[in-house]
């Protein structure tokens, strides 16, 4: 059975869907990783070496993981969401100076130039479309700013995917039964389907105006971590 909305209903869908899973969302995430996605995020920034000198855009910011780990680097970061609660969630996570803005990823309430980093983590299957949103980060980043990109992948192992898509496909809708949002869980293992394959994924960073694309894989592929560098 899918739980894949209608194409025309998918931003509304997914935006409902964060605000109901919000107060348990971080949870989840640990439980289902392991904790791991807190590792992922830390070695991502790390690689995008921020300074002081650079303006953070956390883009479908959530509750402000990514948001947290670029304020040990920066004091300009701003955490993005179209998701109300997602948001009031990294509120009271207390993480000053970080500024949390509603608004949607593709009409991005920022100056052309504005920013030098842009992050987002496991968001990229809950666009629409990805060439807009790309586009739309190429806008606001000011030449030779960086981009980096968590999310999740497939193993290449036949072996490892096999037992990923158990995992994937089977305990995680299970634990989301149990301790979150049955149809929310059903969703996120779907939503891969939405993901382009790497060369696809390549060509529209690079259409949308990024250059030195690398990536980066984890947890033997189930994973993966995307920098880029803006033109």
């Not at 994937?168 to 939405?194: E, H, I, K, T, W």
Request: glycine share 8%; aromatic share 8%.
């Amino acid at each position: 059975m899918t739980a894949l909305p209608a194409p025309e209903e998918k931003a509304a869908a997914v935006r409902h869907m964060f605000d109901r899973i919000a107060p348990g969302y971080d949870r989840m995430n640990r439980l289902m990783t392991g904790r791991m996605d807190q590792r992922w995020r830390r070695q991502l920034v790390e690689r995008l070496a921020i300074t002081d000198d650079d303006r953070v855009l956390d883009l479908a910011a959530g509750t402000g993981d990514f948001s947290e780990l670029a304020r040990q680097y920066t004091g300009h970061v701003v955490a993005l969401d179209f998701s109300r609660q997602m948001l009031l969630g990294g509120v009271r996570r207390r993480l000053a100076p970080v500024q949390f803005v509603q608004a949607d990823a593709l009409r991005l309430p920022l100056a052309d130039a504005s920013q030098t980093v842009a992050v987002s983590g496991f968001a990229l299957r809950n666009f629409v479309a990805l060439p807009p949103v790309f586009a739309e980060l190429a806008r606001v980043l000011a030449p030779g700013g960086r981009i980096g990109l968590l999310e999740v992948d497939r193993p290449r192992n036949p072996l490892v995917r096999m037992g990923h898509g158990v995992y994937f496909n089977r305990v995680v809708p299970f634990m989301g039964r149990l301790l979150s949002d049955a149809q929310a869980y059903r969703y996120l293992p779907q939503s891969a389907v939405y993901l382009p394959g790497q060369d696809e994924l390549v060509r529209m960073l690079r259409d949308a105006g990024f250059r030195k694309i690398q990536k980066k894989r984890h947890m033997m592929g189930a994973a993966q971590a995307i920098t880029a560098v803006r033109e």
